[in-house]
Nanobody, 123 residues
Framework: QVQLVESGGGLVQAGGSLRVSCAAS????????MGWFHQTPGKDREFVAA????????YYGDFVKGRFTISRDNAKNTVHLQMNSLKPEDTAVYYC????????????????WGQGTQVTVSS
């Protein structure tokens, strides 16, 4: 049984930083692209970042603009999203995702989803 479990969400002031993490189990972690999406009520889930299985190929959503960094630790089956210079509009539920191809993850090519973790940025 595949499980992606996010952690690290919370409340932060605008301009602050937060790191969310995802622990994977039941999957051959180093064979999957891993990524992050976020979603606010009434809107579609939006691509944030993705990493190839080796971590050498990385994509970011256009809105990130150098503020976020995705990283993965294949020895620990974890993927992280470091978020800096947070803005109130970054407030959303952040979802961890696993998929077969990093280049298509931004288009929603995802096999497994986590349950999400709430990130709230206050102004």
């Amino acid at each position: 049984q595949v499980q992606l479990v996010e952690s690290g969400g919370g409340l932060v002031q605008a301009g602050g930083s937060l790191r969310v993490s995802c622990a994977a189990s039941g999957v051959t972690f180093n064979s999957y692209a891993m990524g992050w999406f976020h979603q606010t009520p009434g809107k579609d889930r939006e691509f944030v970042a993705a990493s190839s299985p080796s971590g050498t190929v990385i994509y970011y959503g256009d809105f990130v603009k150098g503020r976020f960094t995705i990283s993965r630790d294949n020895a620990k089956n974890t993927v992280h999203l470091q978020m800096n210079s947070l803005k109130p509009e970054d407030t959303a539920v952040y979802y961890c995702a696993a998929g077969p191809r990093v280049m298509y993850m931004s288009r929603g090519d995802v096999e497994y989803w986590g349950q999400g973790t709430q990130v709230t940025v206050s102004s």
